[in-house]
């Protein structure tokens, strides 16, 4: 009988043609029914199309036995449960760029990936893709350079030490720097090569698999390549058997707990910029949004903390409504604002956010096209993928944690209201004249079709640093009376005064002509009004909101 099993799974991920389903095959002594491109779409477009899984046993590191659990005395008496060992399945996911939904998938389920690199052709299109998808999933990477053996042989060792340079170089600015880089043959002679040529490199990859891995994992099943086991986890490749049943009928879907999946039909996550990705992440853009298993288009918005909380540490695994959040029309970063515009040009363009300060979180809402199935605190992961694929670009767009799924169909009315997302609104007049020392005549700030009366009782500050309170409208042309609670002060008085006084003084003729022009040159200078006020996205009133 055997002993205990602990089951890891390592990923095998690359660009399409880098030889991974080889890899696989190299390395696996058990393959499952979805394993070596078995289906025959698969066979006849000579691609992988879906993940597939096979396995290899090596005895358990003794570094790794201290950290599972002992077996049941109780199982374990009058049977020799034989040497423990360590279970490694593989994920085969495919490399053609039009199935980055099942690679993103296969990566969500895997412990340590293996980045799978042509060395006749070094990193490609979708390696940067699957690399950029590692540092979001997974913790642990090796790099394995297949095909060594169409490297001439005298320049072998040379061609891989400079590609071995080029991979180091290449994972310096992300979280796998210094991962291992082996070199290896996994199907020499190509495809079309007899199986008697033996392939070079496995055994020095499987000690440095072994030597990685640090996830362990209880043992688990129900039947688990061809062993029995009693339960299972996120990731395992499982087999259940189940009567009177016709797996014709059965869809790729979940199994899951009770109460542990929830349909949503938007959400509210962490979002994160992937780097590489060069467009801006726009308000109001459409991505392609996978979590778990499905993709389906999306719709987002962006907003941050308030800005005198930019600086607060983030918050991963919950989301606080009694909080209030800033609108933003694109996702805030330092490299966003083009250096062609001015500040103030930049600022209005970016959204809410001043002098270039990027918040240490940022939220998006996500409103999907169709409801998606899903755990609370899933990664989610956004794409382009429309862009061409022949193009020199990372398609990843930005990848976050959903904090709160929004389960009612009718959530625009039962639950947005509660997220209390606000835009800053700052509208500027001047001051025409003045009435007495409480009170001056306003203009410029509203059109003469705007009903002043929804604003009567805001706050406006005057740029000699007085505050005033909208009063009444004044005329037909969308001037407005401005009350001053504190009076104005001598030195504004200053300022308006002499408008006044010459007016006063004017009767007729060249005198009064001449005061006009005087009076022209002051209104030059006039003193300035700001009107600032928050309204908030989701409020059906369209409230105006004035910090007291």
Same mark, same amino acid.
């Given at each position: 009988m055997a002993?205990?099993?602990?089951? !890891?799974?390592?990923?095998? @991920?690359?660009?399409?043609? *880098?030889?991974?389903?080889?890899?696989?095959? $190299?390395?696996?002594?058990?393959? *499952?029914?979805?394993?070596?491109?078995?289906?025959?779409?698969?066979?006849?477009?000579?691609i992988t199309l879906d993940l597939g899984f096979s396995c290899f046993s090596v005895p358990l590191p003794a570094r790794l036995r201290l950290a599972i659990p002992a077996p049941d005395p109780a199982l374990e008496a009058g049977h020799d449960l034989g040497e423990s060992e360590? +279970?490694? /399945?593989?994920?085969?996911? #495919?490399? %053609?760029?039009?199935?980055?939904? /099942?690679?993103?998938?296969?990566?969500?389920?895997?412990?340590?990936?293996?980045?799978?690199?042509?060395? =006749?052709?070094?990193? +490609? =299109? +979708? *390696?940067?893709?699957?690399?950029?998808?590692?540092?979001?999933?997974? +913790?642990?990477?090796? &790099? &394995? @350079?297949?095909? &060594?053996?169409?490297?001439?042989?005298?320049?072998?060792?040379?061609?891989?030490?400079?590609?071995?340079?080029?991979?180091?170089?290449?994972?310096?600015n992300t979280k796998f720097q210094g991962a291992p880089i082996i070199a290896v043959a996994a199907k020499p002679g190509g495809p079309e090569a007899p199986e008697t040529e033996a392939p070079q490199g496995i055994s020095e990859l499987i000690e440095v698999l072994s030597a990685w891995i640090q996830v362990v994992k209880k043992v688990k099943s129900m039947q688990m390549f061809h062993m029995p086991v009693t339960s299972a986890m996120q990731g395992d490749r499982l087999g259940i058997c189940v009567t009177q049943f016709d797996p014709k009928l059965l869809e790729r879907g979940l199994v899951c707990a009770p109460e542990?999946?929830?349909?949503?039909?938007? $959400?509210?996550?962490?979002?994160?910029?992937? #780097?590489?990705?060069?467009? #801006?992440?726009? /308000?109001?853009?459409?991505? %392609?949004? /996978?979590?778990g298993h499905e993709t389906v288009m999306g719709r987002l918005m962006f907003f941050s903390p308030s800005p005198d909380s930019f600086d607060h540490e983030p918050v991963l695994d919950t989301f606080d409504f009694s909080k209030e959040y800033l609108f933003q029309e694109q996702y805030l970063c330092k490299d966003l604002v083009p250096g062609a515009v001015s500040s103030h040009q930049a600022n209005e363009k970016v959204g809410q956010a001043t002098e270039g300060q990027c918040p240490q979180q940022q939220w998006a809402l996500i409103e999907f096209e169709k409801p998606v199935t899903? #755990?609370?605190?899933?990664?989610?992961?956004?794409?382009? @993928?429309?862009?061409?694929?022949?193009?020199?670009?990372?398609?990843?767009?930005?990848?976050?944690?959903?904090?709160?799924?929004?389960?009612?169909?009718?959530?625009?009315? *039962?639950?947005?209201?509660?997220?209390?997302?606000?835009?800053?609104?700052?509208?500027?007049?001047?001051?025409?004249?003045?009435?007495?020392?409480?009170? !001056?005549?306003?203009?410029?700030?509203?059109?003469?079709?705007?009903?002043?009366?929804?604003? &009567?009782?805001?706050k406006v500050q005057l740029s000699t640093g007085e505050l005033g309170i909208i009063n009444s409208s004044f005329g037909q042309s969308g001037k407005f009376k401005i009350h001053i609670p504190g009076g104005l002060s001598p030195e504004s008085k200053k300022i308006l005064t002499p408008s006044l006084k010459k007016r006063s003084r004017a009767s007729g003729g060249e005198v009064a002509k001449q005061e006009e022009g005087a009076e022209h040159l002051e209104t030059t200078q006039h003193v300035t009004l700001i009107l600032s006020f928050k309204r908030y996205v989701f409020d059906t009133h369209k409230r105006m909101v004035q910090s007291p």
């Open positions: 002993g205990r099993r602990v089951n !890891v799974n390592v990923g095998v @991920l690359g660009h399409i043609d *880098s030889g991974k389903t080889a890899l696989a095959r $190299a390395l696996s002594t058990t393959a *499952s029914t979805a394993a070596f491109d078995k289906q025959p779409q698969s066979r006849e477009r000579g360590l +279970q490694v /399945t593989l994920v085969d996911c #495919p490399g %053609h760029a039009s199935l980055i939904r /099942t690679i993103i998938g296969g990566a969500q389920i895997i412990d340590l990936m293996m980045l799978v690199i042509d060395v =006749t052709k070094g990193m +490609q =299109t +979708q *390696s940067a893709e699957c690399l950029v998808i590692g540092q979001i999933a997974c +913790q642990k990477l090796i &790099v &394995v @350079l297949n095909k &060594v053996d169409l490297l001439a042989e005298g320049k072998r060792q040379t061609a891989i030490d400079k590609m071995t340079k080029k991979m180091q170089k290449t994972l310096e542990s999946l929830h349909t949503v039909y938007a $959400a509210l996550i962490s979002v994160e910029k992937i #780097p590489y990705f060069r467009a #801006p992440l726009q /308000t109001k853009a459409k991505f %392609h949004i /996978t979590v899903c #755990p609370r605190l899933c990664l989610v992961i956004g794409s382009r @993928l429309d862009a061409d694929i022949h193009a020199n670009m990372c398609r990843l767009a930005f990848h976050g944690i959903l904090l709160h799924g929004l389960e009612d169909k009718n959530y625009a009315e *039962s639950l947005l209201p509660r997220l209390r997302v606000y835009k800053l609104k700052h509208k500027h007049g001047l001051v025409e004249r003045v009435i007495d020392n409480y009170s !001056v005549i306003g203009r410029s700030l509203f059109k003469k079709e705007t009903n002043i009366q929804q604003f &009567v009782g805001l």
